[in-house]
């Protein structure tokens, strides 16, 4: 997943181990700004596989 920095446009990439939660909160390498994702709700959707 990337993203963009709304302060500098840098780009940002995320890993996805890190999309644990639905949101995320990263801090651009390039001017420390705080960034928030908010990523989009995959549940019941998802690739995700479970046992009945
Ligand atoms: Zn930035």
Known sequence: MI???EE???RIIIE??????SVIIMVC????D???ITV???AGQ???V???
């Open 16 to 21: 996805p181990e890190e999309i644990k939660e």
């Open 34 to 36: 705080v960034i928030r």
């Open 46 to 48: 998802g690739p995700r």
């Open 40 to 42: 989009p709700d995959t």
């Open 8 to 10: 500098c446009g840098e």
């Open 50 to 52: 479970q046992k009945a």
């Open 3 to 5: 993203v963009f920095c």
């Open 29 to 32: 390498t390039a001017c420390s």
